[in-house]
């Protein structure tokens, strides 16, 4: 970290059994906070440990940081340094991912984001190709967060997806697109109607302002701060006129594979 000038160490680890007995579960996890110790105390100045958690995969049995609540409690017990990583296809199905968002803002515990999308378990798929509402109520939470002036957040936003079938740039900027597209809405959201309508305990009302900012087309708006930003306002197209993925393929004609091969 010190000679590459990071300031964030993003850790998870697949740590975990495939059978009832094979280890001791208490003993597995004071290895652990003494290994976490031991690396946040070399921390540089200014830095920050983010930890990542993962329901199951590749282990099956148990995992040694399955949920947020590990994480949490290992962030907790090092210090400030120490934060929670939410990698949005780490969870069993159903799971209230917009919730555990607030809580660990709430807690200052909340350091960071792989933005990914997924059906079934750890798919990595293309940021809100699946549950584009899913990421949509998250950042609701965040944009809360970022209005809310007794609130301090520093959130480190990542993607992390495979694009074993999609080319790899279009589906990056697919996402980024979602992302702001998701951004964009959250912003829509009328916040003292909502909190009017909470008080109110009118589940109605609350609820039908989350679905007119989500329903809202924000891809006008998108379009017009690219063009005030000097860019493109159409990224995909844009990229996919520039004639660079054809130019990188042709160069790499005859190189060594850099893939799983």
Known sequence: MEKTGSDLLSLWFADGTNFPGQSNFRKRKQWMEKALA?????LPNATRMLIEYKFFEP???????PDWGTAYLMATKLGEKAQVLIDLGHHPQSTNIEFIVAYLIDEGKLGGFHFNCRKYADD??????????ELFLIYTELVAAELDPNTETDIAYMIDQSHNLKPKVEASIQSVCNLQKAYAKALLVDREALAAAQDAADLVEAESILQRAYETDVNPLLEQVRLEMGRDPHPLAAYRKSGYYEKISAARVGGESQGWA
């Open 124 to 133: 990595d798929l293309t940021v809100g190709s699946i549950n584009p509402q």
């Open 59 to 65: 282990a099956f049995y148990h995992t040694d940081l």
């Open 38 to 42: 031991e690396v946040y105390d070399a």
